[in-house]
């Protein structure tokens, strides 16, 4: 296996890793939810099922939507990221559940929609295939042929509103995921994408100059 696909996979690693880190602290902090934990929270409610098998359970849900409409999107990042998520916040849990100042706390809920922005950028840098909920954001964008950062708010808003219709609580966090996500997603991404430039120019810079 090449050294860039090695890269690459490491990079869908440490970003799904980042992701289920800030879940967890959004979760924790229960200052509102993103999109899809809010969803969670209201399924739950329904149905008693633990909240990271819920996680793994809609992830599927959302492939099999992106694979049904542009199957190209997909590849073996986005099994990465279905599977790591879940797991990543199972373990985490156990560290951070026992550290009570994290509990209701403004600032961690911020610190954790960072965290979770930033992961989702570096998990996309990779271009290893969509996660489930970015494949379904780029399905909402390409159809309605708008921006990454309106289709996130428009999907996060359309996932919250059921979230919340199944008796999820709503909050300061729930403002960040509708209006605030997108464009951190999309803000890491841009300035990752312009370093990941960079460091390709000066590998072919410095390949030239050996030669």
Same mark, same amino acid.
């Given at each position: 296996?090449?050294?860039?696909?090695?890269?690459?996979?490491?990079?869908?690693?440490?970003?799904?890793?980042?992701?289920?880190?800030?879940?967890?602290?959004?979760?924790?902090?229960?200052?509102?939810?993103?999109?899809?934990?809010?969803?969670?929270?209201?399924?739950?409610?329904?149905?008693?099922?633990?909240?990271?098998?819920?996680?793994?359970?809609?992830?599927?849900?959302?492939?099999?939507?992106?694979?049904?409409?542009?199957?190209?999107? +997909?590849?073996? %990042?986005? @099994?990465?990221?279905?599977? $790591?998520?879940?797991? *990543? !916040?199972?373990? =985490?849990?156990? /560290?951070?559940?026992?550290?009570?100042?994290?509990?209701?706390?403004?600032?961690?809920?911020?610190?954790?929609?960072?965290?979770?922005?930033?992961?989702?950028?570096?998990?996309?840098?990779?271009?290893?295939?969509?996660?489930?909920?970015?494949?379904?954001?780029?399905?909402?964008?390409?159809?309605?042929?708008?921006?990454?950062?309106?289709?996130?708010?428009?999907?996060?808003?359309?996932? +919250?509103?059921? %979230?919340? @219709?199944?008796?999820?609580? $709503?909050?300061?966090? *729930? !403002?960040?995921? =509708?209006?605030? /996500?997108?464009?951190?997603?999309?803000?890491?991404?841009?300035?990752?994408?312009?370093?990941?430039?960079?460091?390709?120019?000066?590998?072919?810079?410095?390949?030239?100059?050996?030669?």
């Amino acid at each position: 296996m090449s050294n860039i696909r090695l890269s690459r996979l490491l990079l869908v690693t440490v970003g799904t890793i980042l992701m289920g880190v800030g879940i967890e602290l959004i979760v924790l902090a229960d200052q509102g939810f993103d999109s899809v934990s809010t969803l969670i929270i209201g399924l739950m409610n329904v149905l008693s099922i633990p909240f990271v098998r819920w996680s793994q359970l809609l992830s599927v849900l959302f492939l099999l939507i992106t694979f049904l409409y542009k199957r190209s999107m +997909l590849g073996i %990042g986005s @099994l990465i990221n279905t599977f $790591l998520v879940g797991e *990543t !916040i199972s373990c =985490v849990a156990l /560290l951070f559940q026992s550290w009570s100042w994290l509990q209701g706390n403004v600032y961690f809920s911020f610190l954790g929609f960072v965290i979770m922005a930033l992961g989702t950028a570096l998990y996309l840098l990779a271009e290893l295939g969509s996660g489930p909920l970015e494949g379904l954001m780029f399905c909402v964008c390409d159809k309605l042929s708008i921006s990454l950062q309106k289709g996130r708010i428009a999907l996060d808003f359309f996932i +919250l509103t059921c %979230g919340f @219709l199944l008796g999820s609580s $709503l909050g300061v966090g *729930t !403002i960040m995921a =509708v209006f605030f /996500l997108g464009p951190m997603i999309q803000g890491f991404l841009t300035f990752l994408q312009k370093i990941n430039s960079l460091a390709l120019f000066q590998r072919q810079k410095s390949k030239r100059l050996s030669e």
